[in-house]
């Protein structure tokens, strides 16, 4: 099971639409992450939240971290065929060793023309 | 400023040979992480390295595996006696402090026949 739930698992929505997904757990991290992956590719940063109740954008990318710091959401706007990619999360746990993240399994975005 | 550089990008070995990947971390990153990506699964963490320590490998396969950072060169991965289920992708991460997100490389893909 993961300690991250990512949802939904895939997302294919048509170019200048809006789209969220979620990552989710019973669990509190010190930090969360997000990333972007392309196929054969590595993950990318995208941004690192770290206080519950942040909002942080990113251009067209808007990200909160939960007041609890349990959960996080990931919100485009206007979504472009550029943002198609799998978007993962990852989360410290203040148990783990300083720089260790877990991952959630991600959700797989296609944004067509 | 070079990325984090792993090699080879793909790697085919018998079942039984052995594998070993190669990460250079970016250039002032003195933190070193492994992980391995299977189908369908996020990332999963395997180790944590610093320069000539391994700080937390808590997610290693008791046998068979192994990770080294030696005080000059890349960190390596090593798999001995490679089995089927070894194949998956393995990514190397390094950051400078620990802390807040890391800088992927572009993977080894290992395919055990």
């Known amino acids: 099971t993961q300690l991250l739930e990512q949802s939904p698992q895939f997302l294919s929505i048509q170019e200048g639409e809006n789209l969220t997904v979620y990552c989710n757990s019973s669990?509190?991290?010190?930090?969360l992450q997000w990333y972007r992956q392309e196929p054969g590719e590595g993950p990318v940063l995208l941004v690192t939240?770290?206080?519950?109740?942040e909002v942080k954008k990113l251009k067209r990318l808007t990200f909160q971290f939960g007041d609890a710091r349990k959960d996080s959401s990931l919100h485009i706007t206007a979504a472009q065929p550029g943002d198609t990619g799998l978007y993962l999360c990852?989360?410290?746990?203040?148990?783990?060793?300083?720089?260790?993240?877990?991952f959630g399994a991600g959700t797989q975005v296609v944004v067509t023309p | 400023n070079a990325g984090v550089m792993q090699n080879p990008r793909h790697l085919v070995r018998r079942r039984g040979q052995e594998a070993r990947l190669r990460c250079s971390p970016m250039?002032?990153?003195?933190?070193v992480y492994w992980y391995r990506q299977l189908p369908e699964e996020g990332l999963k963490f395997m180790v944590y390295?610093?320069?000539?320590?391994?700080?937390?490998e808590s997610g290693m396969p008791k046998e068979r595996f192994s990770a080294e950072f030696p005080k000059e060169g890349p960190s390596i991965l090593r798999i001995q006696q490679v089995v089927r289920g070894d194949s998956a992708a393995y990514f190397c991460?390094?950051?400078?402090?620990?802390?807040?997100?890391?800088?992927f490389g572009s993977g080894t893909r290992l395919t055990v026949v």
């Open positions: 991460a390094s950051s400078p402090d620990g802390s807040y997100g890391y800088t």
């Open positions: 669990s509190v991290f010190s930090s």
């Open positions: 939240v770290v206080t519950g109740g």
């Open positions: 990852a989360g410290a746990m203040t148990t783990d060793s300083w720089g260790k993240f877990q």
């Open positions: 250039k002032g990153h003195s933190h």
């Open positions: 390295l610093q320069k000539e320590n391994i700080i937390d």
